[in-house]
Structure formats: structure tokens, C-alpha cells
């Protein structure tokens, strides 16, 4: 098992910036894919980025279109938490954001429904 618990959220004027954090804990051997998903009322849960790391210690990272430019994803594996840097901010990027862990070969789709372990969520408002 994988417990995640995501930080950061809050509320901020379209323009700006948030930084959420997620840290994981427990068996977290297969799970080195990480993501960011979102989730808006009334419409499903959609992916926003993830990342994972290669046998060679290298980063891939993967994004929506919809934040490609704006948000960051990174990963510090001696802190075994995953940071999504969000900037540039708007209004539609209000949801509840969530962290989500699965195995490296489903990283690249952001699919929803590959991933195993998901942290509670964490609200962020972009007030225009």
C-alpha cells in the first residue's frame, strides 16, 4: 500500500502561482509514476502531469495541453514527494487537484483508471 497526502492548495488571483506538494509513504516500489490530476464540479476527473524516473536516474515528465507552459512537475525520490508548480494561473484551472501513483508504464497516458493509489485532494481557486 501507498499513502499519498497532497499540500499546497488555496485560493489566488488569476495570474498567480501555487505550488502543491505530495508526499508518499508506505510500499512505494511500484508505484514510480506519479501524477496530478484535477478534478472540476460537475465534469470528470482529468490528468494534468506526471512524472517518473529511469533506471538511470533520469526525469521524464508528461502534460496536458491545457497547462503545457504554465505547470511543472518535479520529484525530490530522497523526500519521496512530487511537487506540481503551477503558474500563470486562471480561473478554469479551479478544481480539486490530486495526487495519484501507479507503475512506469502507464506514466505517459495520464489515464485515471491505471492508477492504483490517490491521495484526498486539495482545493485550488483561481478568482479572476
Known amino acids: 500500500q501507498v499513502q499519498l497526502v497532497e499540500s499546497g492548495g488555496g485560493s489566488v488571483q488569476s495570474g498567480g502561482s501555487l505550488r502543491l506538494s505530495c508526499e508518499a509513504s508506505?510500499?512505494?516500489?511500484?508505484?514510480?509514476?506519479r501524477g496530478w490530476f484535477r478534478q472540476a464540479p460537475g465534469k470528470e476527473r482529468e490528468g494534468v502531469a506526471s512524472?517518473?524516473?529511469?533506471?538511470?536516474?533520469?526525469?521524464?515528465?508528461y502534460y496536458a495541453d491545457s497547462v503545457k507552459g504554465r505547470f511543472t512537475i518535479s520529484r525530490d525520490n530522497a523526500k519521496s514527494t512530487v511537487y506540481l508548480q503551477m503558474n500563470s494561473l486562471k480561473p478554469e484551472d479551479t478544481a480539486m487537484y490530486y495526487c495519484?501513483?501507479?507503475?512506469?508504464?502507464?506514466?505517459?497516458?495520464?489515464?485515471?483508471?491505471?492508477?492504483?493509489?490517490w491521495g484526498q485532494g486539495t482545493q485550488v481557486t483561481v478568482s479572476s
Open positions: 495519484a501513483a501507479t507503475e512506469t508504464s502507464w506514466c505517459q497516458g495520464l489515464q485515471r483508471d491505471k492508477y492504483h493509489y
Open positions: 512524472i517518473y524516473t529511469n533506471s538511470r536516474g533520469e526525469y521524464h515528465t
Open positions: 508506505g510500499n512505494t516500489a511500484d508505484s514510480n509514476c
